[in-house]
């Protein structure tokens, strides 16, 4: 079925309606820490009064529940008029996790789009301003699904400063376009400033450093923990003050 005669793509238009912002975590190579900086985003969004949504979009490997420490089991979304997500930690937190059971869900790319086409024609994001998007890594079919029926969403970039990490996510970056905003260089050690410059005059758009924070693996799990991290405070003053200004314009 192509997406002209979904059904389901103009009911996701009407789910997001009221959102103000989307705002995707999106990078080619895995584990550069879109997911950590994702879920940081929407729990210092939250403490600064903002009303987040956050999308786990993910589908064949959901992670940001662990951050976050959210019991499956306990914690469940409810039926009404659609689906509505459960709050954690002020956050409305939709990821299919729900429906997966922490069980693997190898899927082929078809039917990837189906699942999240799915999930955001059923989810309903009830007062949400914002909504944060955790992408899985690559120029996957998600992102030419946001690309082709999301048309209001911005994306961050995340990539680690390896040149490895730096060279492919210039790909990626052409591939979103005028829906680039920022990138985010994580986990950095020392010495990074030349691939800041070298991003920021290559992308032409500003680039924040989040350094490498040790205390991080301690803190997963726990929402309070995480936001006392040197990390989520470089990631408050930086990227969520960036976020903040899209929001008040
Ligand atoms: N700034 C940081 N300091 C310390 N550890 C970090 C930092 N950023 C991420 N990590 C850790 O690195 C690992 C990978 O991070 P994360 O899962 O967020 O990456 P990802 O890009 O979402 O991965 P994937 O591509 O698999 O979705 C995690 O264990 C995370 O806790
Ligand atoms: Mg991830």
Known sequence: MSSIEDPRVSAIQVRLRDVKEIVVF????GGVGKTLISVLTSLSLS???FKVGFFDMDITNPTAH?????????VRPAEEKGVVPPEVSGVVFMSPIFFTFDKPAPLRGEYV???IRELLSITR?????????DMPPGISDEILELLTYIKKFRAMLVTTPSQMAVKSSVK?????????????LNMVTEGSSEVEILLNSTLRVPVYTVPYDSEIESALGSPRRLLTTRAALEVDRQLVSHIVRLLRI
Do not use: H
Not at 26 to 29: C, E, F, L, Q, T
Not at 125 to 133: E, K, S, T
């Open 125 to 133: 994001w009830v007062g949400v301003d914002i909504l944060v998007v």
């Open 113 to 115: 789009s189906s699942a």
């Open 172 to 184: 990626l970056a052409e591939v979103l376009g005028n829906k680039l905003e920022a990138a985010v």
């Open 47 to 49: 403490r600064r009064g």
């Open 26 to 29: 999106a990078g080619s190579k």
């Open 66 to 74: 662990l951050p976050l420490g959210v019991d499956t089991k306990s």
